[in-house]
T-cell receptor
Framework: GAGVSQSPSNKVTEKGKDVELRCDPI?????LYWYRQRLGQGLEFLIY????????KSGLPSDRFSAERTGESVSTLTIQRTQQEDSAVYLC?????????FGSGTRLTVV | ELKVEQNPLFLSMQEGKNYTIYCNYS?????LYWYRQDPGKSLESLFV?????AVKQEGRLMASLDTKARLSTLHITAAVHDLSATYFC???????????FGEGTQLTVNP
C-alpha cells in the first residue's frame, strides 16, 4: 500500500485481557517505530526496529509490553494483562532512512 | 537523555497575525522534524531540517534550524483558521536513532 497501515483502528478491551496491535509499514522501509499518545499528550517512544538489528526496546513501559517484527515487514505490539492506564492511541511509523510516515493509529480503550 | 521542549504549549491567535513556535533540544542533533496533528488524526509531516541554517517554507509556515543554539523555530505568517492544529517538533540525535518529540503546541486561530 501507499501508506503505513494499522489495525484495528479502534479496540475496546476489558481490563486484564491481552491485545495485539498490527502495523504494516511502507514497503522497503527498513525502520519501524511504535509510539504511544495519551489523550492531550505528546508522543512517547516505545520500541524501534531497524532492519535485522536488535530492536531498541528501551521505551517499553513494563514487561507486559512486547513487540515483534519479521524482517522488514509487519510488526505486532502485544500488551498483556491490560490496565486502564494503557488506554491511549498507539502509533506506528516507518522510515527508509530519514523522514517518517505515521499510520493512523490504534485507539485502545481499556474498560 | 535527549530532551525536547516546545513553547508555547498553547497559542491562541487572530487571523492575519504572525507568531513563532520555539523548539529547544538538549544534545547535538543533525535532524529535526516538524509535524502537524489535527484532532483525532495521525501526524502529518511538515518539514525535515537536516543542517545548520536550514530554512524551509510551505505556504504560511516557515521552519528554521540553528544547531549551534539547539533551536528550531516554526514561524506562522498571516495565520488563517485552517492552521488550527497541534504542532510537534521531533529531534533525532543521529542517523538511525529514535525520534524524541516535544510536548506539542496547540494552536487555535480565531476569526
Amino acid at each position: 500500500g501507499a501508506g503505513v497501515s494499522q489495525s484495528p483502528s479502534n479496540k475496546v478491551t476489558e481490563k486484564g485481557k491481552d491485545v495485539e496491535l498490527r502495523c504494516d509499514p511502507i514497503s522497503g522501509h527498513t525502520a519501524l517505530y511504535w509510539y504511544r499518545q495519551r489523550l492531550g499528550q505528546g508522543l512517547e517512544f516505545l520500541i524501534y526496529f531497524q532492519g535485522n538489528s536488535a530492536p531498541d526496546k528501551s521505551g517499553l513501559p513494563s514487561d507486559r509490553f512486547s513487540a515483534e517484527r519479521t524482517g522488514e515487514s509487519v510488526s505486532t505490539l502485544t500488551i498483556q494483562r491490560t490496565q486502564q492506564e494503557d488506554s491511549a492511541v498507539y502509533l506506528c511509523a516507518s522510515s527508509p532512512f530519514y523522514g517518517y510516515t505515521f499510520g493512523s493509529g490504534t485507539r485502545l480503550t481499556v474498560v | 537523555e535527549l530532551k525536547v521542549e516546545q513553547n508555547p504549549l498553547f497559542l491562541s491567535m487572530q487571523e492575519g497575525k504572525n507568531y513563532t513556535i520555539y523548539c529547544n533540544y538538549s544534545t547535538t542533533s543533525d535532524r529535526l522534524y516538524w509535524y502537524r496533528q489535527d484532532p483525532g488524526k495521525s501526524l502529518e509531516s511538515l518539514f525535515v531540517l537536516l543542517s545548520n541554517g536550514a530554512v524551509k517554507q510551505e505556504g504560511r509556515l516557515m521552519a528554521s534550524l540553528d544547531t549551534k543554539a539547539r533551536l528550531s523555530t516554526l514561524h506562522i505568517t498571516a495565520a488563517v483558521h485552517d492552521l488550527s492544529a497541534t504542532y510537534f517538533c521531533a529531534v533525532q540525535e543521529t542517523s538511525g536513532s529514535r525520534l524524541t518529540f516535544g510536548e506539542g503546541t496547540q494552536l487555535t486561530v480565531n476569526p
